[in-house]
């Protein structure tokens, strides 16, 4: 038995363990939970850790597969997969930026942060001098000079004098934005991630760069309308106002269980970023949504803004800043170019893909500085609508499904099937396809005209719905949970809709999918989704195993470079002027790829 | 007869009139008044115009006296004293803010607003491209980028699809700060001096530069008390936002008012430029005033502050910007730096002094790049305050009084006199010290020991109120109007107070009175004050004639001169940095120096 020490978010933990035991099972006996998708089987590559100190046993099979020779050099490895060999000091905290970033570009995330906060003890007046309490305060922190507006200078007199000229000053770039009583040394940020349906908010360390506290939240928006259609035409009715009170408040709740979780004050919070789609992005702006709906999709602006929280009531520091990722059009938004910045887009010659797949999906392609974006209607049915028994990743939702040896169904949780997610439909279909039982153009075939051979298992499960074939995923707790005709329909549609987004991307780059170097799948759904279904069906190219990672919340990763460097700002606003965006809609080469994609079968990557 | 044409606010003016006539006579006839505070006597100076074409007669003693040969050649004449001679055009706008300029500095106000409007036709939105509004707008604008904050964004789209794609964007610097629909080119600017007693807002066309209206009204302040000290003690028992709502809604009315007299849109005023004292400032701003009531007397801010009209309610362009020009001290505000840049303060080698005498009397003197201000209480006696019969310069106040050869006392508009104000009460001390009525240590005589030879008229005058000497000055329908022993002994205080500021910085640079190459009485007491009465009795040094001028509203003048031009304003804020300012009532020696000034004689002008 030896001790391990983990660096947590809640601070330094020790556990006795032994040796050959994972980082995982050490991690889980000192009850820290480690991010684990994938359940421990090493695929995911979700449960990154940072040695310290001390040596592990060399790293197998899957961690050579994740991690490249530069992560394991920096102390990246995979917590399932890793195992002790003696005392050491194992990081848990600030991971995952930094291998998103190294990922991408190989380059460390160099602290840059957009604010910072100086202490300051102001001189006394004198009656000679004759200079105001702002310029005392200025005189201090020398070059700096006041950020237009009254915001900063209305308190400023009552702030000098509460502690004797103790004061805190908030320094955004080269201007004095706020100043408050007394001496509070934490610099905090957050980046936060707008999803239509989650919301995530990092809170980061901005002196250190480690993130000590995450916090997630429905969008609450979801009240007025599960799809973004449906809040614009809220918005649109009047109701701006109330979706982004709606947002400010998740956001705010956001704020305060990350600080609460961390132990810090969110007004000690000074920055923060933020992303999300454009059109997330414009309803928490307030910005107007109406032409967002309709051809030619135009956004109110895609530039980067910059404002301060107090304009759309965010609960940080009363003069915090918020910096808004550029969107790059009405369907491709901030979240995008989140996920390329973390992606390392542009900085690396050979070919690379990003899919991000929530409300749409959108697809990403880089190879050197060419860099092309195009959105697709596919997010939908993945995330279980349209699909007859489709609902989110929850418990009692089926997210994998075996027909081949055996027969076997999971759930989340293992709890009773209610229903089953993206991650198990593309599964099912995959299994099915395998089997015969749908056909490459997505018929289903009636349970009279399945082939003889086909296990006994499987073919008991071939029901009919109104008339029409019908596949028994679980008999559930309230009803049997079934995977249609028309769900399979469905899911071919979206499938189709991505992987012909992804052919007029690689066309555009004059490229075929063989040369693609790297496949990042961002999302929960590119944790989640079994990568050799997915393949199965067409939905991603053919590609050897370890060219396709899951990147998990690229976005929000992105969300965090933003937070940390005013370069990877830059970066980003670079990246979003730059990308070729594609509108698929009106390109007659989209309908040719997607009448190609509706079948499901491998599309093979030649060329390599 | 010959047709005479004015180029005057309202535009051309034409007016049939005869060789020998002056200007101002024919400008009456035109119905356009001359500001002449002197009557017409060619003592002021107030009254310049400028020749456009066609000839006068010379110019005689009164206009070599008030113009300099640069002045002349430029066309600039009184136009009290300027005889027609034929057929000729006279310009009335845009000239006292072009003379004290060219006065000061000799240079052209080189036009170089801060804000600038663009008319623009933004292209239609494509579906290829994505660019969202606010990008389109950018895009015609080159190098232009958005301003921080949601203000310009949120309103931006309903802008830009109004009159199809029509727009007026205002650009501020090189950031855009709003965009508002079809197309508006005018771009105007209002400059506000903000007087403790009254408000005036000089309209500008930003584009030519010229003067296009101008209002002024009292400040309603006054109904929280006439002075500094009450307004401050009803701001810090919480009436700051009242005081700041009344000076708002006075500038909004005197935005209405010149803007209706110029037949323009109050939305076309773009930018404003603000100067006042330290506490007008600040309570415009909604800053704390409680640090100016106490030692040591603490502005929030001295800096130069921009922002934007809508913070503090504004009625202008939605986005108009506003210019705060930067005060130096308590008490000496941005008033003092804004007439100092009209004086051209820090741009002449010889000795320049300003004294502007408002709510408290300013001091500057500039001799090269040294320039050195203090503020003395020398304000209220001459505004009338602190006299038993002194009120402000209003109809029925006493403006003028002569002893010898014979007693005349005049009344402003000739109406029955109801008291006196600054003027009259210096005219009055003055020719009572040179009758020897009373002496040179402020003693007033008692009747029984008047002088045998002192004229009857004068004799008869000499009263007596509650046991001391007083002087009938005029009957009134009110009630006698007298000058008591102890009115002489208040005018004698203001006067050493100033008088003695005035030795003080001149003490600082090292300088006599005789070296003043200028001596700038700014302000409306400047204007009036009958500058003989005020060398009798020390209250300014017995120059020259020709080295005394008033100027006029300077403070006004500057404001208007950094409306003009960006780089007006960057030499405001060099002055401001760059001005040593003496606090008057930490120096002993300014104690000597009012105990000297105490003496009601002249101050010789040794040492030319």
Redo the contacts between chains.
Sequence with gaps: MFTLTFVAEQGEVKVATAPGRTVMEAAAAAGLALDAPCGGRGTCGKCLVRVISGELEPPGGEELDHLGQEELADGLRLGCQARLAGPATIGLVGVLAGRVLAEGEGRPAELAPGVRRVLLQVAE???????????RV?AELGGVR?S???AV??D???AVRAEGGRVSALVAGEELVGVSAGHHPRCLGMAVDVGTTTVVGYLLDLETGEQVGMASAMNEQAAFGADLISRIGHAAGGGGRELQQRIVGVINRLLEAACKQAGERVEDVCELTVVGNTCMHHLL????VD?LAA?????????A????AR??GLAAHPEARVYCFP????F?GADAVAVMLASGFGHQDGLRVAIDIGTNGEVMAARGGEIVACSTAAGPAFEGAKISRGMRAAPGAIDRVRLTPQVQVHTIEGAPASGACGSGIIDAVAELVKLGVVEENGRMLSKEALPAWLPAPVAERLVEEEGKPAFLLAEGELGPVLLTARDVREAQLAKAALAAGLAVVLDELGAGAGEIEQLLLAGAFGNYIDRRSAVVIGLIPDLPEGRIKPVGNAAGAGARLGLLSVRMRAEAERLAAGVR?L?L??RPDFYDRFTDAMMLRPVPAQGQ
């Design positions: 007046p004198t009656l000679e001098e004759g200079r105001g309490d702002l310029e200025l006041v237009p507006g009254l200078v209305r400023l007199p009552a702006l307030g910005l107007p032409n051809m030619p999709f135009v956004p109110a602006a895609t530039s803004l910059r404002l301060s304009e759309i969107n790059v059009a009405g491709v965006h509108e809609s009106s």
